[in-house]
């Protein structure tokens, strides 16, 4: 298995699944992110491929105890209080390396795995079943602890709700639902990974910008449907985000969304989360970047 690898995406939906066969996990609130246990170092992969050890220095040095060939997939997250805060996660993953590293002596992270793509002994494992993958990343991780930590899992829908409804004041996004049969596929698996969040909300591709590229005014988006939109304006962090990763991209292109409107269009690698209630109309709102 060759860095980066394309991740398994979860589809949106409005109610847990029903029926023998599935398997929950709690959905923690940070920044999505694997890890590599490589032969001589360890490298934090994000969801768009970028290599972001830097900004999670303090999960790779944890993450020397696995053995090599380890490539585990989980979310980077801050705890403060006792409570996941995405606003400590958020901070940190837009840092420079020596803020990072600032914030990481303040606010240190931990990793909520949830999948192994690679197995020291087995090699690529993304081809069986979530069940024994599942068995495989909590015996790579038997022996490790905090912070590197397996997320529970229960076939029980109950026990599932039960997580849902009362530990949304602990940073817990929704659940997400995996078919015990499921393979680790790239891309959004249909069927066979579900999520429930407690926000409306939908991902979408940030494939462009209006206004300045060091603080742009509105994002242009692609929506899980393959429409190109613009976003209203942006709040402050997001921009001053997204202006981080456009000084690295060149000046982008002239284009427009399917509604006429113009942008300037870059490969920004980044993932916003937008109002669901908005996707509708051909301006929808940007909540944060994921």
Same mark, same amino acid.
């Given at each position: 298995?060759?860095?980066?690898?394309?991740?398994?995406?979860?589809?949106?939906? +409005?109610?847990?699944?029903?029926?023998?066969?599935?398997?929950?996990?709690?959905?923690?609130?940070?920044?999505?992110?694997?890890?590599? &246990?490589?032969?001589?170092?360890?490298?934090?992969?994000a969801r768009s491929g970028r290599d972001v050890t830097s900004v999670w220095a303090d999960l790779a040095r944890a993450g020397v105890v696995l053995p090599t060939g380890t490539v585990i997939d989980g979310e980077a997250v801050v705890f403060i209080d006792g409570v996941v805060d995405f606003a400590a996660a958020q901070s940190r993953a837009a840092s420079s390396p020596a803020r990072a590293a600032r914030l990481a002596e303040q606010y240190p992270a931990s990793f909520a795995a949830w999948d192994i793509l690679s197995h020291g002994e087995f090699g690529d494992v993304r081809s069986r079943p979530y069940s024994e993958r599942r068995a495989l990343l909590l015996d790579v991780l038997g022996g490790v602890g905090p912070p590197l930590q397996a997320v529970?899992?229960?076939?029980? &829908?109950?026990?599932?709700?039960?997580?849902?409804?009362?530990? &949304?004041?602990?940073?817990?996004?929704?659940? @997400?639902?995996?078919?015990? +049969?499921?393979?680790? &596929? +790239?891309?959004?698996?249909?069927?066979?990974?579900?999520? @429930?969040?407690?926000?409306?909300? @939908?991902?979408?591709?940030?494939?462009?910008?209006?206004? +300045?590229p060091r603080r742009p005014r509105a994002l242009a988006v692609r929506l899980p449907d393959g429409r190109t939109a613009l976003s209203r304006a942006v709040p402050a962090p997001v921009a001053a985000a997204v202006g981080d990763r456009l000084l690295g991209v060149g000046t982008g292109s002239r284009s427009r969304t399917g509604a006429g409107e113009p942008y300037t269009a870059v490969d920004t690698g980044l993932v916003a989360e937008v109002l669901a209630g908005t996707t509708r109309h051909a301006t929808v709102t940007v909540t944060r970047l994921r």
């Open positions: 298995m060759e860095f980066p690898v394309s991740v398994a995406l979860a589809q949106s939906v +409005s109610d847990l699944p029903q029926g023998p066969g599935w398997w929950f996990e709690p959905k923690f609130d940070g920044h999505r992110t694997l890890l590599w &246990r490589q032969n001589d170092s360890v490298r934090m992969q529970p899992a229960t076939d029980d &829908r109950e026990v599932a709700m039960v997580w849902y409804d009362s530990l &949304r004041a602990q940073g817990l996004e929704g659940v @997400v639902a995996k078919r015990a +049969s499921s393979s680790y &596929r +790239s891309g959004r698996s249909g069927s066979g990974w579900l999520k @429930v969040r407690h926000a409306e909300t @939908v991902d979408a591709e940030v494939v462009g910008y209006t206004g +300045s």
